[in-house]
Every structure is written in C-alpha cells, then in structure tokens.
C-alpha cells in the first residue's frame, strides 16, 4: 500500500461541510474557528471582521485579514480609535480592505465604544460572554444547513450592544460572532474539531 502524502492525507479530514479545500480556509477552520477566546483584542477583531462580511462571504473578509490588521493596528482598540477621516479616505483606495465607507468608519466607531465600556468599568470580554453565561454552549444541530442564523443569544447580544453605540452589529453578525470565537459549538458532528472543540472546552 502506498502512503498517502501528508497534504493529501490533510485535505481528507472530515472537516465541516462549509469549509472549501482552499488552504487558507481550513488552516482558520482548523485553528481559530470554534475555539473558545477570551483575549481582548482577538475578540474586538473578530467583531470587527464579521461587521465586514455584512452581505459577503467570510472567504472574502478572510482573504483579505492581513489588510485589515495593517490598517486597524492589529484591531487593538486604543490605536484604531485615533484614527480618523483622513485615515477612512486613505483606506477607501486600500485593494487590500473591503472599500465600504460605513464599515470602515464602524470600525473606528465601535473601538471608541469599546473604550468607553471600560471607561465604566465593563470588562467587554466578560459582557460579550455574559450572553452565554459565561460558558461554550453546545449545538443541537446535524449539520450547518440546519443552522439558524439567529438565535436569542445573539438578538441579546445584537440589542446590548446597538444600545452601548456599536455599529454593523445585527443578530446575523453576532451569531456568526459567537460561533467563531467558541461561544457555542456549531461544528459539524462528523467534523475532526466536533470534540476538540466542545467536549475539551465544555468544562471551562
């Protein structure tokens, strides 16, 4: 029996059925997505992204990720909230982003919120969990055409945080939010990262 190469034998794991065989896609559906973060700037940048894909597809933002931490300082809040509209015009040229004045701007616009939560003594990380009580929730689904888009979670979420300022942050958005950031498991069943992502991370 011949031994498979080691890309072939990575591009026949049983991964979820949304991810396409670009290697870029399941490196982020292999190392990021789904898995549980509490980290400041990983969420804020997270949150940010999803805005971006508003009426896209994830590929889309994910391919062009780099452009967007060049520009936004790495989504740490404190720099990307000094930027202003001479920056959004520069960057309205940028190939490198997706040229859309409003999400450029809500970027900005939501860094400036994020502060000011903390200004009031809000931690946005443990705020954002709070939707899911603070711990990964499982799915209750056989697989992604089955997913909903919304669920009351993420309609809790989106109404908080358009109350607290925060722009490109509907229902849809933070539910894609939750599922890339490990709030709830949405892998698929037969999907390698099903029980490395819920069952090691469940009792967190």
């Not at 805005?51 to 989504?75: E, H, I, P």
Request: aromatic share 12%; with cysteine; hydrophobic share 40%.
């Amino acid at each position: 029996m011949t031994a498979q190469s080691p890309t072939l034998a990575h591009a026949l794991i049983p991964r979820c059925d949304w991810c396409s065989s670009d290697p870029l896609y399941q490196h982020y559906h292999d190392h990021e997505w789904g898995t549980p973060s509490h980290d400041r700037q990983y969420l804020f940048e997270m949150l940010c992204l999803e805005g971006q894909q508003a009426g896209l597809s994830w590929f889309t933002v994910l391919k062009k990720r780099d452009g967007y931490r060049q520009c936004f300082f790495d989504f740490l809040p404190e720099k990307v909230a000094k930027l202003d509209e001479d920056d959004i015009a520069r960057y309205l040229h940028n190939a490198g982003l997706i040229r859309h004045r409003g999400k450029l701007n809500a970027i900005v616009h939501n860094a400036r919120c994020w502060l000011v939560l903390e200004q009031q003594d809000i931690d946005p990380v443990k705020w954002l969990w709070s939707f899911v009580n603070a711990k990964l929730q499982p799915q209750v689904i056989q697989n992604y055409t089955q997913n909903p888009v919304q669920t009351a979670a993420s309609l809790a979420m989106s109404k908080a945080l358009k109350t607290a300022g925060f722009q490109f942050v509907g229902a849809t958005t933070c539910h894609a939010f939750m599922q890339a950031v490990g709030m709830i498991s949405d892998h698929d069943p037969h999907c390698y990262r099903y029980t490395t992502s819920f069952v090691l991370h469940s009792h967190d």
